[in-house]
């Protein structure tokens, strides 16, 4: 699975194989380098996805409070299926935790569905409820596999990712845009 660039993340799955760079697919669609990658002044990350939910539940203090799914991509409206409204009659918890679920369970239903247009993305979500109010800080050290340097990075955020990349023995790629081929090449990344 690959997650892009930081400013505004999104995952991907990626049907590679983790141990294969060659079979990346994702790290090389020209729309996500082009909607995420910032025109390929950011960054994807590759991560083994089992690895990283493990991660993710030791953040959260119930099973509940944890999504985790592909997107989907419906045709119609019929096929969405979505919570529009909340029916707390339905509710069997009326405490405050039964409430925070229904609304985190509904909440998710919703979140988890995009306009087919999008459907090249194959995009996968992981959600997470948190009374904290600071952003939520997830130990990727075992998940994270890879790095994709897009073509046009800066080199101060390729010294800064590639130091801890060779200090946690994790890849190093990048990619390049072909202009015959109007398509982006991923090679391996020896930065020193």
């Not at 390929?40 to 083994?48: K, N």
């Not at 994270?144 to 340097?149: D, E, S, T, Y």
């Amino acid at each position: 699975y690959t997650a892009w660039d930081c400013t505004s993340p999104v995952f991907v799955k990626e049907n590679g194989k983790t141990d294969d760079y060659k079979t990346w697919s994702s790290v090389l669609n020209f729309p996500l380098w082009a909607h995420y990658g910032e025109n390929g002044e950011g960054v994807a990350l590759v991560f083994e996805l089992d690895q990283l939910i493990e991660s993710c539940k030791k953040i959260v203090k119930d099973d509940w409070a944890i999504f985790y799914d592909e997107v989907k991509y419906p045709l119609t409206l019929e096929e969405f299926e979505l919570p529009f409204t909340f029916d707390l009659d339905i509710m069997e918890d009326k405490s405050n935790e039964g409430f925070l679920k229904y609304a985190f369970e509904r909440a998710t239903k919703l979140w988890s569905h995009k306009n087919h247009l999008w459907s090249y993305e194959n995009e996968y979500r992981i959600m997470m409820y948190s009374e904290e109010e600071n952003p939520i800080s997830i130990n990727i050290e075992k998940s994270l596999k890879a790095v994709v340097f897009g073509s046009k990075v800066s080199n101060v955020v390729k010294e800064i990712i590639s130091q801890y990349c060779m200090n946690h023995d994790i890849e190093m790629h990048f990619v390049e845009f072909d202009e015959l081929t109007n398509n982006y090449l991923l090679y391996p990344h020896n930065f020193v």
